[in-house]
């Protein structure tokens, strides 16, 4: 990130820097000190998903006025908040239901969220924090002309349907990460296949080696708060 994203924001004039930091620690969860280190390199807000609880350190942090989100759909009375106003931009942590957990449901959590926001035309950049790639594209379809973006996350593997929907807003069903590209996923191959093959549980470490960078680019014009463009930007660092 420190490497990459300075000279990426200055080459296409960047206003607004999100990176989900759901996996930042260590490869599992978000902690002060790995959240202090992406706001250094340039992250305005950062998200998060189902590994938001992994360290009680972090609690604070979502109490606190840092741009740090935890998904909005968790029950109300957990710590921290699912959304928060940036640079004039409105942005959204959602996590998934399918193969993720027992959360509240996400696409009721945007109708009553939107409902607070609509007599407001800014920009909305929503992270979908979900597995299945049928409910990350049945949230696009959802949100579509209601959002400016719903951004996938969560698989690490990035998928080539970037483009806008007929309403108007920027979707990809998945992102993909930054991590290493010679693992599994981000992780090491030798102990993810060792735990395939054994299936006793095992804390997995980082993949080494070249990093893939993975990234969308939105453009959003501010008059209407539709989506105007979208790319995705996929660099390597040795």
Known sequence: MKEILPGLCAEHNIDLVIGNGENAAGGLGLTPGTAEELFDSGIDVITTGNHVWAYNELIPCLNSELAILRPLNYPPMNPGRGYLLKNNVLIVNLVGRVFMGHVDCPFRAMDQLLAEFQ???IPIIVDFHAEATSEKVAMGRYLDGR???????HTHVGTID?????GGTA???DIGMVGPTDS????DP???INRFLTQIPSRLSVGKGKVSFDAI?????????????IQRIQKSVY
Request: glycine share 6%; proline share 3%.
């Open 147 to 153: 959002v400016s973006a719903v951004l996938g996350t």
């Open 190 to 192: 030798d102990s993810v």
């Open 171 to 173: 979707h990809v069903t």
């Open 184 to 187: 599994v996923i981000g992780d």
């Open 119 to 121: 007599h407001k035309s």
């Open 217 to 229: 680019l939105v453009e959003v014009d501010e008059k209407t708060a539709k989506a105007i463009a």
């Open 162 to 166: 970037a483009r806008i929907l007929p």
